[in-house]
């Protein structure tokens, strides 16, 4: 355990930024998640309403910076293309 205030202050201000972080990405991972089981559905308009909701998660937690733009950029790209894949 830290002695140092500072020290103390900083392992509590790094896990409430752990934490933020944890809940961006897991809002990520599921707006994913339904974007590609409509693909996987074949349903056209479910997956491109899910992949606007995605693509709006993704830019958040990029511009809040849990994720490098490029990553970012990728993610889109890729779901994009999915999305395109079945339309």
Known sequence: MANIKSAKKRILVNETKAARNKAIRSKVK???KKVEAA???KDAETAKSALRAAIAE???A???GVYHKKTVSRKISRLSKA???IA
Do not use: F, M, R
């Open 30 to 32: 599921t707006a994913v």
């Open 39 to 41: 693909v996987a559905q």
């Open 58 to 60: 993704i830019s958040k």
């Open 62 to 64: 990029g511009t809040k």
């Open 83 to 85: 999305v395109e894949s």
